[in-house]
């Protein structure tokens, strides 16, 4: 795993996505993004970045990545899961946390969500001195220019604004389920091929 170095000028600017949870339409099948759920961290007129949420890497393990970055054994009962963020750079890390962790490459998203990618924070989490709230991902979801604003339009997507329940204490097979309620949306009603005639 690569430490990573968030450019802050990503999450400048008002955006009608950034803080808001991306959830797949029913018809999407896209193999990385079916029933998934993104938490868009950054989106400007030069594109997207966010992190799958709902989605775990089955073969990957905390203790094994702390024990591949030489760092020292986890102290928790429960390790971390590992998240599958996106298909982008999936051997960078991303670690998607409360605000009561803050370091210099920290990155504030808004008053309760940051976005740290170096091994440091690694390090506290396994230490039992991480942040409160965290998810732990590989790779990361991105977009270039409009290309997120064109798949909203071709109902491959829906936003809700994003869920600190939802994002870090829901069940990770539960999190697509529940976010669709949160819109007040059953999902068993939609149609793949809603908006066509």
């Not at 969500?113 to 506290?124: E, P, S, V």
């Not at 220019?145 to 339009?153: D, H, I, N, P, V």
């Not at 870090?168 to 066509?196: C, E, Q, V, Y």
Request: charged letters at 20%; glycine letters at 10%.
């Amino acid at each position: 795993m690569e430490s990573t170095h968030i450019d802050p000028n990503l999450l400048k600017g008002d955006s009608p996505f950034r803080n808001n949870l991306l959830i797949a339409m029913p018809g999407m099948m896209d193999g990385f993004f079916t029933r998934s759920v993104v938490y868009i961290c950054a989106h400007s007129s030069a594109g997207a970045m966010g992190i799958v949420i709902n989605q775990r890497l089955p073969d990957v393990q905390f203790h094994d990545l702390l024990s591949q970055l030489h760092l020292p054994k986890s102290q928790l009962v429960v390790e971390p899961i590992v998240h599958f963020g996106g298909p982008v750079e999936t051997g960078r890390g991303f670690v998607l946390h409360s605000t009561d962790f803050m370091r210099e490459d920290t990155v504030r998203i808004n008053d309760n969500m940051c976005i740290t990618g170096t091994i440091d924070i690694l390090r506290a989490i396994a230490e039992g001195k991480g942040p409160h709230n965290s998810i732990f991902a590989l790779g990361y979801a991105g977009w270039s220019a409009g290309q997120l604003e064109a798949e909203m339009q071709a109902n491959s997507w829906i936003t809700a604004p994003a869920d600190e329940e939802i994002i870090f204490n829901t069940d990770i097979g539960k999190k697509w389920d529940k976010a669709m309620g949160r819109l007040g949306i059953n999902p068993i009603l939609l149609s793949p091929d809603i908006g066509h005639a």
